[in-house]
């Protein structure tokens, strides 16, 4: 009896809808340079997430897309849900460097096209459209870096390194703001093609320096991997997000009760009542579907608070990031360069915390149980967040540099506790089968947190100018986005 190909094997994995094992555990300079490399694609992908914020004011006014420009953000945040779950997902089957290499020749591409539009075209749409382009690649760059990094450590090395990963992010959320408002100055489409070398480079770096352990690409296992996507969980699931995210910014303008508002939220409706059924009714799996979010994830009860922390972190988060700049730069006056220079405070106690707060768990690990260690330090970063948020809101309408200094250090103190150590104590309580896809989901709730957070702050920002402003400023500011001449 002729034995069967390890390729064989795979194949049938896949066609089962399971994940293929990556484990490719290194030391030395190997696992350095492979994690430093790694981490520079990661510092990218945010840096493109965030420079979209500083330049919202000057994007709008090119195109004279009013409070439409939160598009450029949001239609960012929607596809880089899609993105990760798909990219990630075909990493189990092709390997975490080959799905990394698409996704950045993706960011690339879509960085040249955002610039080139930005320079000679005049449709907003375009342009929204290509961010949503470019968010599908700096999601999967983001969440492939995660996973792909834990494939070269064991279980017990893994919260050692995981500040890694957070530093990256900060360090390329804060170049983000910094280079946004730079090149916001000096030609915003100029940003886009440094971003277009700077993956160039990426690219190159992780053909060199990356290992990869993966079987030969064959179009039998495209087509069993295509075959297994829970194509239905992504397009209902696209679709309820994208119509509940028209009618948050859109509905003003439509009229909330018109017969098209009232459509759209009918839509968004109908759209999450199937993507429920189809997750959770349907039994994906004996199908050979590997479900975009699996039911069983949900019947632990840790793991679905966490999921409910993500979707809730993820809509504070982003919408800290969006409007926290334009408060610095509309509402103190500040330059756009002086104003992301103001958020080197968050962005580094993020970073330095974000270590810290692991070492941390880890001690308390020792004196208590592991469960109680995370529930500790949670509980005390989102307090401080919180906290943070409250006195951000109500203390005045115009804070000084010490207040904005010492209320971003309390945020940074607390995301830096949340963000990475939930990947952690999601691990602790799924199976490896389960792993990626759990890390998934959690990184797609933040995700669509995000998208739904800016969208509706946007809206709020806009009632609000829409009710204080008298009545000549109204036509001077129709978007939230317009930028006051403070002369």
């Known amino acids: 009896m002729a034995s069967r190909s390890s390729s064989d094997s795979e194949n049938d994995a896949v066609a089962e809808g399971k994940p293929v094992d990556h484990t490719n555990l290194l030391n030395g300079w190997l696992f350095w340079r492979a994690v430093i490399v790694m981490n520079f694609c990661n510092v990218l992908a945010f840096l493109d997430q965030m420079s979209i914020m500083a330049l919202l004011a000057t994007v709008s006014a090119d195109f004279n897309a009013g409070n439409s420009v939160i598009w450029a953000s949001t239609a960012q945040l929607v596809a880089a849900v899609n993105g990760q779950c798909i990219f990630g997902y075909m990493s189990d089957v092709f390997g975490r460097k080959q799905m990394l290499l698409i996704a950045l020749v993706m960011l690339l591409l879509s960085s040249l096209l955002c610039g080139l539009w930005g320079q000679f075209g005049e449709q907003a749409t375009v342009f929204f459209l290509l961010r949503a382009v470019t968010g599908v690649a700096t999601g999967s760059i983001s969440n492939l870096v995660n996973i792909a990094q834990n494939d070269f450590l064991s279980a017990e090395r893994r ?9 990256s992010a900060a360090l390329g959320s804060d170049l983000g703001f910094t280079l946004g408002a730079v090149f916001a100055r000096y030609g915003w489409e100029k940003l886009y093609y440094v971003n277009s070398g700077l993956t160039f480079v990426a690219v190159v770096l992780l053909c060199l320096y990356v290992p990869s352990k993966a079987a030969k690409v064959t179009w039998s296992r495209v087509r069993l991997c295509v075959k297994t996507i829970d194509w239905i969980g992504i397009l209902t699931g696209s679709a309820m997000l994208v119509t509940a995210l028209i009618y948050l910014t859109q509905g003003r303008e439509l009229g909330w009760t018109s017969p098209m508002g009232i459509g759209l939220l009918v839509g968004a409706i109908v759209s999450g009542a199937l993507f429920l059924a189809n997750g959770w009714k349907q039994p994906l799996e004996e199908y ?74 880890r001690a308390l690990a020792k004196r208590h149980e592991r469960a109680k260690s995370f529930i500790y330090v949670f509980a005390g970063g989102f307090a401080l967040w919180t906290i943070a948020a409250v006195l951000f809101g109500t203390v005045r309408s115009k804070l000084t540099v010490g207040e904005i200094i010492g209320l971003e250090i309390m945020i940074g103190l607390g995301t830096g506790s949340v963000f990475q150590n939930s990947i952690n104590a999601i691990r602790n309580q799924v199976s490896a089968y389960d792993q990626a896809v759990a890390i998934g989901t959690r990184n797609a709730l933040r995700f669509k947190g995000g998208a739904i957070g800016t969208a509706a702050g946007s809206t709020i920002m806009a009632g609000i100018l829409d009710k204080k402003l008298l009545a000549y400023l109204k036509e001077e500011a129709q978007s939230a986005f317009t930028k006051p001449d403070h002369t």
């Open 159 to 167: 919260a050692k390194f995981q500040g890694i990963q957070d530093t």
């Open 288 to 361: 050979g579907v590997r479900p975009i979010v699996p039911s069983r994830l949900f019947n632990n009860r840790t793991i679905s608070v966490i999921y409910a922390q993500n979707l809730l972190l993820g809509a504070a988060y982003y919408t800290l990031m969006t409007f926290l700049p334009m408060y610095l730069e509309f509402v103190l006056g500040y330059s756009s360069v002086v104003s992301a220079a103001l958020m080197w405070p968050y962005v580094v106690t993020h970073g330095a915390w974000s270590t810290g707060s692991a070492y941390l768990i």
